[in-house]
């Protein structure tokens, strides 16, 4: 049976690369398109529901996975209408402040809601390795995530290079927010120990790169995942969904639950 989608933020990059695979894929059904207000017409022709407003969608399509890549305010307003409703929703939205984030956590307890900075797979499994780097070459090895995207990107640094960075942070005994330095300019003076540097560049159309260099006396590793189109994240956040669909609410799930 396939997973019925209902895509937030349809009219965006990611929200069109996300209902083009939702139709046309086998496995999933687009089973409605919401955008704001002011784009919900540029959606028309549409061979679904299509609705400026999720919980009105909700009541026509009771199933059906939501799926929302928009932008924080956007994407809490979905998860409360997700609780309300008791509809499944996978967000890839970020830029969440601490105290958005918690709302979400609460949210979780009462819809099967899914979170994840970067939906790819390779991203996912660096998580995984890049920590045991870190505690492989030990304190003498400086750590520094260079990220570069899009001319259009709103949050800075990503949430990906900040995911990356709480992992290696942890690693080293630390918390990302007491060691990050995303801002290097005049007289600095000398890199202190417990520093991990998150730089963001922006550009053109870059879909998205993330390097981690580990720089130590004498050599340098650099490890870069470099993003060559937004269907890797698209195709992850629908994997998620078909994931989520039977699973209780209780916990804000994320990559880690799903693997
Ligand atoms: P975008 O600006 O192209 O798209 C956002 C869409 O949300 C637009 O169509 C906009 O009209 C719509 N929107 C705005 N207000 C709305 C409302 N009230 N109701 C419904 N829709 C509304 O942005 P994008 O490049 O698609 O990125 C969206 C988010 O996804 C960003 O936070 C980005 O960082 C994140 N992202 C995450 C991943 C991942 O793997 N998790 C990958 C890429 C992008």
């Not at 939702?22 to 679904?48: I, Q, W």
């Not at 609780?83 to 918690?102: C, D, M, R, W, Y």
């Not at 890797?232 to 078909?242: E, I, N, P, S, V």
Request: net charge neutral; charged share 20%; aromatic share 6%.
């Amino acid at each position: 049976m396939s997973t019925a989608i209902i895509v937030v933020g349809a009219n965006g990059r990611m929200g069109r690369t996300i209902s083009h695979l939702a139709a046309t894929e086998p496995a999933y059904s687009l089973a409605g398109m919401v955008d704001s207000k002011e784009r919900v017409g540029e959606l028309g022709g549409a061979s679904c529901p299509v609705s400026a407003d999720l919980g009105e969608l909700l009541t026509k399509v009771p199933g059906a996975v939501i799926i929302d890549f928009t932008a924080p305010a956007v994407s809490l307003a979905s998860a409360r209408a997700a609780a309300a409703a008791g509809n499944a929703l996978v967000i890839g939205t970020t830029g969440f402040s601490e105290a958005e984030k918690a709302e979400l956590e609460a949210l979780a307890r009462r819809a099967p809601i899914f979170w994840a900075s970067n939906m790819s797979i390779g991203v996912n499994v660096l998580r995984k390795i890049l920590p045991e780097l870190a505690r492989a070459l030990g304190e003498p090895y400086d750590i520094e995530i260079v990220e570069i995207h899009h001319n259009r990107k709103k949050d800075s640094p990503s949430g990906t290079a900040l995911t990356l960075g709480e992992g290696l942070a942890e690693a080293r005994g630390w918390k990302l927010n007491d060691v990050r330095c995303s801002a290097r300019d005049g007289i600095i003076g000398a890199r202190p120990k417990a520093q991990i540097g998150i730089q963001a560049v922006r550009g053109g159309d870059v879909v998205g790169v993330h390097t981690v260099y580990f720089m130590g006396p004498g050599e340098r590793i650099e490890v870069s995942h470099h993003a060559h189109s937004r269907e890797t994240f698209a195709q992850g956040a629908l994997r998620a969904a078909a994931w989520l669909a039977n699973k209780k609410p209780g916990k804000l799930y994320g990559m880690a639950d799903m693997f």
